[in-house]
């Protein structure tokens, strides 16, 4: 089964950036959605992006405009390029597929935005 890992995670100032990836243990080419999601503390999972095989991307409204997800099925990782980052971008997160109901959830990564 295919297994995720997460990182590039951090803490960084309101307005800075980070790219955070995804790394698949096996071939992401017939998954044919994966999204990044996040979790703030006291907060249910939510899913912020999602990007479709071919290129379509989606984006939760608290986000949009601010993140970019990417794929590279030759690598096998999905990336989340966030830019403005605002204090309430600050939760763990974590990459699966769309819905995310076949594989398991990794270990996830830590942003934090404070200043």
């Known amino acids: 089964q295919v297994q995720f890992v997460e990182s590039g995670g951090g803490l960084v100032q309101p307005g800075g950036s980070l790219r955070l990836s995804c790394a698949a243990s096996?071939?992401?080419?017939?998954?044919?959605?994966m999204g990044w999601y996040r979790q703030a503390p006291g907060k249910e999972r939510e899913l912020v992006a999602r990007?479709?095989?071919?290129?379509?991307?989606y984006y939760a409204d608290s986000v949009k405009g601010r993140f970019t997800i990417s794929r590279d099925n030759a690598k096998n990782t999905v990336y989340l390029q966030m830019n403005s980052l605002k204090p309430e971008d600050t939760a763990v997160y974590y990459c699966n597929a769309v819905p995310a109901r076949t594989f398991n959830w990794g270990q996830g990564t830590q942003v934090t935005v404070s200043s």
């Open positions: 096996g071939s992401i080419f017939n998954i044919y959605i």
């Open positions: 990007s479709i095989s071919g290129g379509i991307t």
